[in-house]
């Protein structure tokens, strides 16, 4: 796919940093099917970004064919560990998403990243306002994804542009704002995954935001929780998993629970069960 202007007059570029000399070979600057939007804008928020697309082997194998989309946070983490918040610590996304499709354990996705913005990330990643934190333009964030970026996707990618074939996942406040923008967007996300979130977050004000969607959004859910992230964090969301419960969701059907052993904050305990989130959410069809 020939690198193309998209309509803001920006471009998508092959390779996320200029490799210099003190920096090891990284396979993405060579790898065709990378592709990075530099400095994206918003008409709704103030802060450009850069959104990073990862394609399955199969978008230039299969030129009629196409993909689904799995729209994650905090974008610089998942590929490139030049970009990433801790150095060389990626969630491993696009090997993960290579090998899992090779083994035919999933269908062919294409990965969108959205970089989060640094100082204003919290109030982005935040549905409502804390009284002492701040925040709570999660909803502003989310017509960023809904109005502008989805659309530009849509048009540049051959997608499945329904929202079976549509995720939405992040972890910690990712987690968090994903969880409600599938609540609030669920003709849009059809699949969400919840890593690590962020219940706590204006006295957990998620769990009356699950019990206010109604009816039940037809939402595919991925929750999970470290178990060495706090006590108090994995209470939460035992909570979170029983008030999906109550809602109507059903363990195994249409929602996953994972309680993860030794499991931390970070990117290489979200990178270790990266495959577990892709095989739920887009397992191989067996027509």
Do not use: C
């Amino acid at each position: 796919m020939p690198l193309a202007a998209d309509d803001f007059g920006l471009r998508f570029d092959g390779a996320s940093t200029e490799p210099d000399a003190d920096t090891p070979p990284y396979d993405l600057d060579s790898n065709p099917r990378y592709r990075v939007l530099r400095g994206f804008h918003s008409q709704l928020l103030p802060d450009n970004r850069d959104i990073s697309i990862y394609l399955p082997e199969a978008y230039r194998t299969e030129p009629r064919k196409r993909f689904p989309v799995f729209y994650l946070h905090d974008g610089q983490n998942l590929f490139d560990g030049r970009t990433s918040f801790a150095a060389n610590r990626t969630w491993r996304a696009h090997t993960t998403a290579d090998w899992l499709t090779r083994e035919e354990l999933i269908e062919p996705v294409i990965l969108v990243g959205i970089a989060n913005t640094g100082a204003r990330r919290m109030a982005e990643y935040t549905p409502t306002r804390d009284a002492r934190l701040g925040g709570g333009e999660g909803y502003l964030y989310g017509r960023l994804l809904v109005e502008e970026l989805k659309p530009l996707i849509d048009r540049r990618f051959r997608t499945l542009p329904d929202p079976a074939h549509t995720a939405l996942g992040g972890s910690s406040l990712g987690g968090l704002i994903s969880l409600a923008l599938g609540l609030k967007y669920p003709q849009v996300f059809g699949k969400i995954a919840v890593l690590s979130p962020s219940v706590w977050w204006n006295k957990r004000s998620i769990l009356a935001l699950v019990g206010e969607a109604k009816p039940k959004p037809d939402l595919r859910i991925w929750l999970d929780m470290g178990m060495a992230e706090g006590l108090r964090h994995l209470r939460d969301t035992d909570l979170l998993h029983r008030r999906l419960l109550q809602r109507g969701w059903r363990d195994g059907i249409d929602l996953s629970y994972l309680r993860v052993p030794g499991g931390q904050h970070d990117e290489e305990s979200w990178a270790t069960r990266f495959d577990q989130v892709l095989r739920f959410l887009f397992p191989k069809s067996r027509d």
